[in-house]
């Protein structure tokens, strides 16, 4: 599994179910809402991707998931792990536990430059 950066469009309520002039409206319609989440792609579909920021032991159990939908997605940067100790990773797991002695650097083997995700297009019949 690739341990990868996500910087995404995220969708926002506008405060609790409230009252707003319309000044208040157009000013919260401009704002942006951009995340950037950390994780390994556990799975990827036409319409999104799914990273897990833990792991247990167990490879096939994975922990805090969440799945983005790859239209808000606005890059993706490929991650390595720096200072890991080895006996505290399984050797059996795919992909090495995030521990606090482990830090996170984008990937110098690769390109740089972000990952474009290209917008799915509509399946035709």
Not at 5 to 18: K, N
Not at 49 to 55: L, Q
Not at 67 to 72: L, T
Not at 86 to 91: E, F, G, I, S
Request: proline content about 8%.
């Amino acid at each position: 599994m690739d341990l990868v950066l996500i910087t995404w469009l995220d969708a926002e309520d506008f405060r609790e179910s409230t009252w707003a002039s319309k000044d208040e409206v157009d000013a919260f319609s401009q704002k942006i809402c951009l995340i950037q989440s950390v994780g390994w792609i556990v799975k990827k579909t036409r319409h999104y991707v799914s990273i897990c920021s833990d792991f247990t032991g167990d490879p096939d159990t994975h922990g805090r998931v969440i799945k983005i939908a790859k239209k808000m997605i606005k890059s993706i940067q490929p991650l390595s792990l720096v200072g890991t100790n080895p006996d505290l990773v399984p050797q059996k797991h795919s992909a090495p536990l995030m521990l606090p002695q482990t830090v996170c650097h984008l990937n110098s083997t690769t390109d740089a430059s972000p990952t474009r995700i290209p917008d799915s297009k509509p399946s035709t019949p």
